[in-house]
């Protein structure tokens, strides 16, 4: 028996190393995904940035044309999507899908040609928010729609958006509308398309309908070399790059704990803007921001709920694609 308590004593000291590790790597594997989804959000801002900064060389629609359809090619090429076996139905959920997709990116970069990335963003999330509210049909929502409200009535210097571009405003609050249908299109083409196929033709149908605006406003700037590159570049960090991480994070990842991070693209575009395009915030303006922002969450938390179901999941991942609608979107 005495010979026996050294190992006794061992087992139970790596029983209690196990204990304690457990918790640390449970933290580990809920933080991953979080990375990942705020590396994704990151790429997207960044990426607008890189559009605006762009802008000046081929304008707004020359940069969104080149922007849908190098992340149409890469879809492409990486989902094969199948073109036999789909009904008119299907073809018209897709073809919707993709029209929606063009007017969300085309009034964004609009938006964000007039007014900088931090409001603009702040005014898109708006579409969202507002789907959340009126989908939850909850009296809670109430209180976010307010909270939200106060930070738009800040953010236009106290009334009447006088401190911003009110055209630049109009356009981001229509990208906001089109973010709300791209969140109801992604979800009716992701149940009639498998996997990401439906998201690549809708991209392709986005490119093709954006290409006549794009070489209206831009011409032969569009297939310049330098032009082209800034283009790819910015497709990558926009569409390609955020789409991969957050597909990856969603597979471990719960819905509300996704979509709330969504709601933090206004602040992560305000400091894409400071540090790329010098577009800093008043105090004022960083209030309303703050406020839209807890608006949203408060509003997932509410509709979602810390178990949140896995269509909630679709539409957060959806939302959030939207990454194609936000700068760069």
Known sequence: MVAQQPEVAGAEADARRRTAAAPRGGLRARLGPVGLVLAGGISVQFGGAVAVSVMPRVGALGIVTLRLAFAALVLLAV????????????????????????GMNGLFYQSVARIPMGPAVTLEVLGPLALSVIASRRATNLIWAALALCGVFLLGGGGGFSG?????????????AMWAAYIVFSARTGRRFPQADGLALAMVVAAVAFLPLGIVESGAKLVEPGTLALGAVVAVMSSVLPYTLEL?????????????LMSLEPAIASVAGFLVLSQALSITEALAISLVIAASMGAVRTQVGPGGAGGARVDAKAAREAADGAPGR
């Open 79 to 102: 989902c094969r999507p199948k073109l036999r076996g789909h009904s008119r139905a299907d073809w018209g959920t897709v073809v919707a899908f993709g029209v929606v997709m063009a």
């Open 248 to 260: 990856l994070a969603l597979r471990r990842l719960p819905a509300h704990t996704f979509a709330i």
């Open 164 to 176: 911003l571009d009110p055209v630049g405003v109009a356009y981001a609050l229509g990208a906001g």
